[in-house]
Each structure stands twice: as structure tokens, then as C-alpha cells.
């Protein structure tokens, strides 16, 4: 499965969107970008994923370039429960893949 | 409440000791996947199994198994815990086609 790079940590205001970036340069036709989040020590949360299209759900918004080498998880109204670890995966959906977990990016909303 | 139990919550016990993590899947779901999180690893794959049979391994040591039983739930068993094995661990379950993985509450296991 492709590597993803994230920014270590970012910073969001309470109330304003928060932007999550994420770099999958060797992403392969067939791979997904999903994103997860941990709040801090519960297990991770599903967030939203997807292939090429941009996707928007109940939770977030995900914009994904037109070349998928790199995508943005988009919170468009932090609150302080926003507060957590946010995981991009890069995976295939193929029976038996498992999603491989990197550092991630912690995400601090701000009073 | 995510519909996948893990039991016990808390577990501290010595080293050498053996211990059994239990994971129940939400309902309807075949697929068992177990993670470790410790803090300098972050979260590890260790197995995978699917209606009863072992379909994925990662980085799970010799000390440890796993089984998952007829009714679905699944144990992973550590035996000789050293210090290093302190960690929370998660089971996730999915269904086959499902994207996600849904994730349990963990067990946080301390050894001492």
C-alpha cells in the first residue's frame, strides 16, 4: 500500500474549518484514501473515504486532487471534541487488505 | 457504543504471566482484525480472521494467538508478558464489502 505523509500537529479554532492535509504521491489507480481519527485513547473512528471523487458525509468533507497524489480532510466546523489524532490511510479494497496506521496528524481545537 | 465489546477494559499483571483478551464483534460481522498501540509504536496490525479462520498476520509475536470461535468472538492470548508488551489493544470488526473497519473501546494491558 502507498505511504502517506502528514503533518505532525495542527492547531483549529473552535467554530472555524479545519483543513487536515495529506500527501499519497505513489498512490495506484485502485487505492483508496481513507481517513480515521482517534480521540485519545478510544479506539479509531471511520471518518469517510474515497477514490477520486471529493466525498462529504454527516462527519466531514474530503477533497481529493485530480492527480491523487495528495488529499484534504476538511472539518468544517471545529469543536473542541474535534480534539484528536487524524490517520489518512492509503489502501487497496481488495478481500483481506488491512489498513496500516502512520503517526498521523494531532489536531488541537482551540477555545 | 460502536458495537464491538472488548473485555476486560483494564488488565495489570506480572511479567512471565499469561493473559486472554476478548473481542466481540458487532453483530452480523465476520471479520476480526486485532491491533496493538503502545506509545513508541503506534497502532500495529497483529491478525486477521474471518468466519473462524485466520486470514492475515502482522507483526504478532510467538507469545501471542489468537482464535476466533463458531459464535464470532474472538480471543488473543499473550503468554510470557514482558514489559515491553504494556499497550492498549484494539479489535476492529467489519463486514466482507464494508469499508470500515469499526473499532472497539480496548483493553489496556499493564504489565508489571
Known amino acids: 500500500d502507498a505511504k502517506t505523509t502528514q503533518p505532525p500537529s495542527m492547531d483549529c479554532a473552535e467554530g472555524r474549518a479545519a483543513n487536515l492535509p495529506c500527501n499519497h504521491s505513489?498512490?495506484?489507480?485502485?487505492?483508496?484514501v481513507y481517513w480515521y481519527r482517534q480521540i485519545h485513547s478510544q479506539g479509531p473512528q471511520y471518518i469517510i473515504h474515497?477514490?477520486?471523487n471529493n466525498e462529504t458525509n454527516e462527519m466531514a468533507s474530503l477533497i481529493i486532487t485530480e492527480d491523487r497524489k495528495s488529499s484534504t480532510l476538511i472539518l468544517p466546523h471545529a469543536t473542541l471534541r474535534d480534539t484528536a489524532v487524524y490517520y489518512c490511510i492509503v489502501r487497496k479494497n481488495n478481500y483481506g487488505q488491512n489498513f496500516v496506521f502512520g503517526p498521523g496528524t494531532r489536531l488541537s481545537v482551540l477555545p | 457504543d460502536s458495537g464491538v465489546t472488548q473485555t476486560p477494559k483494564h488488565l495489570i499483571t506480572a511479567t512471565g504471566q499469561r493473559v486472554t483478551l476478548r473481542c466481540s464483534p458487532r453483530s452480523g460481522d465476520l471479520s476480526v482484525y486485532w491491533y496493538q498501540q503502545s506509545l513508541d509504536q503506534g497502532l500495529q496490525f497483529l491478525i486477521q480472521y474471518y468466519n473462524g479462520e485466520e486470514r492475515a498476520k502482522g507483526n504478532i509475536l510467538e507469545r501471542f494467538s489468537a482464535q476466533q470461535f463458531p459464535d464470532l468472538h474472538s480471543e488473543l492470548n499473550l503468554s510470557s508478558l514482558e514489559l515491553g508488551d504494556s499497550a492498549l489493544y484494539f479489535c476492529a470488526s467489519t463486514l466482507e464489502g464494508d469499508y470500515g473497519y469499526t473499532f472497539g473501546s480496548g483493553t489496556r494491558l499493564t504489565v508489571v
Open positions: 474515497g477514490l477520486k
Open positions: 505513489t498512490i495506484s489507480g485502485n487505492e483508496y
